[in-house]
């Protein structure tokens, strides 16, 4: 909004100001009696300008965003902890018990043991916030010593954990909220009260999905993929844990239904004409990483189905391929048609030349 107010234009303001009987060249006295003033008027046009960026939600950043949601209840959310499936087995290979608290490290980060689920099978807490937490898998060690245990294994992820929100994030609940407000649990509603629960990446609400008065909230955790069972049933918590009761966010009256979303598998096959710059193995990482992201942005989004030509395209901007033949995405040559409350999730890539 202040960028033409430059040190020139306003040291060339303030000149016109100065009659013309005076010496008013670079080096005169009144020249450089001006220019310090017009060099700090300059500096706090352009502190303006930032400062008016910081007041908008759409320009916003930092602390001054996070400043502004609250404003309208809507707070930035901290970095979480992950909680993942422990399995504990004795020397024979038989599940076993191990004390809650107990803790174990896997690459460097230690996990501790903090709810029992079945017979050698444990929830366990990520002690590192954090989506760190969601990556490793396999064969524990024990920091603590726990008579009998032979083996200890990090299994599947739980509830995610959650690196801090970023601004982006923050700024599309943000407007979210304010570009369509819920009112009396409408769509908005339930689909803001599900992304406020820790480790939910998207949501997907159905009215009246199985007659008057109930709601089907599907969701994704925060890797848009499928959420878990523990992710659900929190989410169903902070609805409605009791079908029409009011009990928690959810309006009297309201049958709240909360599901992960279905996911549906793509599988990838297709002959490369590599360019030499880079080896089959790297391709195929690359390739997987791409198509990852493609799907992962597709999630819940207004035309979720991948795109065959798209996959296409996508092959073609991997570092290495030249070309591509005989390209089938779950044995075919088409779409993949993705329902709004299904979720397209990278299958198996196989790749050859």
Request: proline fraction near 5%; include cysteine; hydrophobic fraction near 40%.
């Given at each position: 909004?202040?960028?033409?107010?430059?040190?020139?234009?306003?040291?060339?303001?303030?000149?016109?100001?100065?009659?013309?009987?005076?010496?008013?060249?670079?080096?005169?006295?009144?020249?450089?009696?001006?220019?310090?003033?017009?060099?700090?008027l300059a500096q706090i046009y352009?502190?303006?300008?930032?400062?008016?960026?910081?007041?908008?939600?759409?320009?916003?950043?930092?602390?001054?965003?996070?400043?502004?949601?609250?404003?309208?209840?809507?707070?930035?959310?901290?970095?979480?902890?992950?909680?993942?499936?422990?399995?504990?087995?004795?020397?024979?290979?038989v599940l076993m018990e191990v004390?809650?608290?107990?803790?174990?490290?896997?690459?460097?980060?230690?996990?501790?043991?903090?709810?029992?689920?079945?017979?050698?099978?444990?929830?366990?807490?990520?002690?590192?916030?954090?989506?760190?937490?969601?990556?490793?898998?396999?064969?524990?060690?024990?920091?603590?010593?726990?008579?009998?245990?032979?083996?200890?294994?990090?299994?599947?992820?739980?509830?995610?954990?959650?690196?801090?929100?970023?601004?982006?994030?923050?700024?599309?609940?943000?407007?979210?909220?304010?570009?369509?407000?819920?009112?009396?649990?409408?769509?908005?509603?339930?689909?803001?009260?599900?992304?406020?629960?820790?480790?939910?990446?998207?949501?997907?609400?159905?009215?009246?999905?199985?007659?008057?008065?109930?709601?089907?909230?599907?969701?994704?955790?925060?890797?848009?993929?499928?959420?878990?069972?523990?992710?659900?049933?929190?989410?169903?918590?902070?609805?409605?844990?009791?079908?029409?009761?009011?009990?928690?966010?959810?309006?009297?009256?309201?049958?709240?239904?909360?599901?992960?979303?279905?996911?549906?598998?793509?599988?990838?096959?297709?002959?490369?004409?590599?360019?030499?710059?880079?080896?089959?193995?790297?391709?195929?990482?690359?390739?997987?990483?791409?198509?990852?992201?493609?799907?992962?942005?597709?999630?819940?989004?207004?035309?979720?189905?991948?795109?065959?030509?798209?996959?296409?395209?996508?092959?073609?901007?991997?570092?290495?391929?030249?070309?591509?033949?005989?390209?089938?995405?779950?044995?075919?040559?088409?779409?993949?048609?993705?329902?709004?409350?299904?979720?397209?999730?990278?299958?198996?890539?196989?790749?050859?030349?």
């Amino acid at each position: 909004m202040y960028e033409t107010q430059t040190f020139e234009t306003i040291l060339q303001r303030m000149l016109d100001r100065v009659p013309g009987a005076i010496d008013k060249r670079e080096g005169s006295i009144i020249n450089d009696a001006l220019a310090p003033a017009a060099a700090e008027l300059a500096q706090i046009y352009a502190d303006l300008d930032i400062h008016l960026n910081l007041v908008f939600g759409n320009t916003s950043s930092g602390e001054y965003l996070a400043r502004r949601t609250s404003d309208f209840g809507i707070e930035r959310q901290l970095a979480s902890r992950a909680q993942r499936l422990g399995l504990f087995y004795n020397s024979e290979n038989v599940l076993m018990e191990v004390p809650i608290g107990s803790r174990f490290s896997l690459d460097g980060l230690s996990y501790k043991v903090t709810e029992k689920i079945s017979t050698g099978n444990y929830k366990l807490q990520c002690e590192t916030t954090g989506s760190l937490g969601n990556a490793n898998y396999g064969q524990m060690l024990p920091i603590d010593y726990i008579n009998g245990l032979a083996k200890a294994v990090l299994s599947e992820v739980l509830i995610p954990g959650e690196n801090e929100e970023d601004d982006h994030s923050l700024r599309q609940r943000f407007l979210a909220k304010v570009q369509k407000p819920g009112t009396s649990g409408n769509v908005s509603d339930y689909r803001n009260w599900a992304l406020s629960v820790s480790g939910v990446g998207a949501a997907y609400v159905k009215p009246l999905w199985n007659g008057p008065g109930t709601v089907k909230v599907t969701i994704l955790d925060s890797e848009m993929r499928p959420a878990s069972a523990a992710l659900t049933e929190e989410v169903q918590n902070f609805i409605s844990p009791l079908p029409g009761m009011g009990q928690e966010v959810a309006p009297i009256g309201a049958i709240v239904t909360v599901s992960p979303a279905e996911g549906v598998a793509v599988n990838l096959t297709a002959k490369l004409i590599l360019s030499g710059s880079a080896s089959l193995a790297d391709v195929q990482k690359n390739v997987e990483s791409a198509i990852a992201a493609y799907l992962k942005g597709l999630a819940f989004a207004e035309d979720p189905s991948p795109k065959y030509v798209r996959i296409g395209a996508l092959l073609l901007d991997i570092e290495g391929v030249n070309d591509y033949s005989f390209l089938q995405i779950n044995g075919g040559l088409t779409n993949i048609p993705i329902s709004p409350d299904q979720v397209a999730i990278l299958g198996t890539v196989d790749l050859e030349v």
